[in-house]
């Protein structure tokens, strides 16, 4: 029953670049709105960005945007994260998840991947 499955999670230094790829199943990916969120230990899940079916609307929070990148290759079922300049703080467990519209909120998700570890050392 898995639909989403991200790849590409890994240990970088501070400053580096990691691309994150979520791979979806025709039936979940066509869903307009695809985002990521974040987990770290102790943390609540944060929303980190989200993109429209078209891929010419993106959606980043505030501690995200003009580092990360997300982009969307719907022939592909998959939508990617490009995170450079990656900083200690970005350490967390990232999440693909899939919606029928825009939403910063975790709640405003029903689909979710398993997730993969980011760890960025200094």
């Known amino acids: 029953q898995v639909q989403l499955v991200e790849s590409g999670g890994g240990l970088v230094q501070a400053g580096g670049s990691l691309r994150l790829s979520c791979a979806a199943s025709g039936r979940t990916f066509s869903r307009n709105v695809m985002g990521w969120f974040r987990q770290a230990p102790g943390k609540e899940r944060e929303f980190v960005t989200a993109?429209?079916?078209?891929?010419?609307?993106?959606y980043y929070s505030d501690s995200v945007k003009g580092r990360f990148t997300i982009s969307r290759d719907n022939a592909k079922n998959t939508v990617y994260l490009q995170m450079n300049s990656l900083k200690p703080e970005d350490t967390a467990i990232y999440y693909c998840?899939?919606?029928?519209?825009?939403?910063?909120?975790?709640?405003?998700?029903?689909?979710w991947g398993q997730g993969t570890q980011v760890t960025v050392s200094l």
């Open positions: 993109i429209n079916w078209n891929g010419d609307m993106p």
């Open positions: 998840a899939a919606s029928w519209k825009y939403s910063s909120s975790r709640y405003g998700y029903d689909c």
